[in-house]
DNA sequence: CGGCCAGGTTAACGCTCGCTAACAGCTCGT
DNA sequence: ACGAGCTGTTAGCGAGCGTTAACCTGGCCG
């Protein structure tokens, strides 16, 4: 009953979170998922409740890291004595650097929120709500221009902008990993600078 | 066997759609969605081949709306003499009117394409693409210094903005239909901006 | 050495789902 | 008036799903 992180789970969670993100979380079977990590079926029930387990713990350990993670730099930029703008772009890049390094778990994340049991679904959205307001203070101290309405609805627009990245299937042609968050910086910046711009 | 549009045809083709955007194509039963419209279950097969088919009409409807709406503006604005930021702004209010007026379908849109069979898959793709590149021309006449990769990118990285609106769940505490509208123009164009400018 | 437990196997159950079959009523045009 | 056809009903089939049961095995500890 540990809720320890041995090798074996890990693994599962990988490969469940890549097929989730595929072809949706009803449109996987427990037999697929075991098969991709060398098991068959009915095994996983050794290391996970059952298959709506896996998805929650998917989904709350994303929403955690993005909550503590995004915490964790606006601290930090408070204890160096940075300005807001620091805070901001340091939101920015490490939300960037979720959304192309995890990208099955960012389309999850937004995606397949509802087939959670109502428990977890309230603590997810929990946790999501929290690194939202953690935006928005951040936003408003760089713009104190914009209202608090304006202000929420321009970070999730920029959440949308950022998490946009999966949807990119073909790898060709696209802006390589360095140059792809850059742009995506400049995006999300400009979008909140002309936010601001019209209030 | 005819095609057209009888009002029960739409009635459920409306119902389906906000039922798949709320649990997913996997998550609804066609016992659902008859009862939704007041029939029950199988008496949908007088109206649609399958559940495959009702999703399939949807995601090549709305396709065929967004790239024929967007031809339509970018051929009014050129024959208007209008400069292309004329045709990128009216773009961008197509897009935000569809993405306010119709969020169930911008949801599917993005979201349930994989759960089509292989070949209407194709042809849904196609009429996507074909509204990207129309995005891609007019921003790239707009920003003639922004290179061919990053334009596609961003224009993607848009329409996730754009699309963001479903997303809010919580209707109170947030600007109303205009103000969202406008907002959200603004910030579309902010972000094309940057990005051109970085380049 | 021996027993326990962690982690795997296959078989099978029960449920739900998409879909078909068989039938019934209503509205027409002739 | 009446058969045709459109639109609805209920019953039920067959497949696939998540899950449980029963059993096996190899390594570790006392």
Redesign the pocket.
Known sequence: MTTHA?P?REQILREASRLFAERG??????????AA?????????????????MLTELLVGISSRLRDGGRRRVAEAAEAGLPPEAALDSLIGGHIDFALDDRALITLHDRELDRLPEADRKQVRQLQRQYVELWVEVVRRVYPELPEAPARASVHAVFGLLNSTPHLSRPSSLPDRDEMAALLHRLARGALTAAAAGA
Not at 25 to 34: L, Q, R
Request: no cysteine.
């Open positions: 041995t074996r979380f009803h449109g996987v079977g427990v037999d697929e998922i075991g990590v060398g098991i068959s079926g009915p095994a996983l029930y050794r290391h996970f409740a059952g298959k709506d387990a």
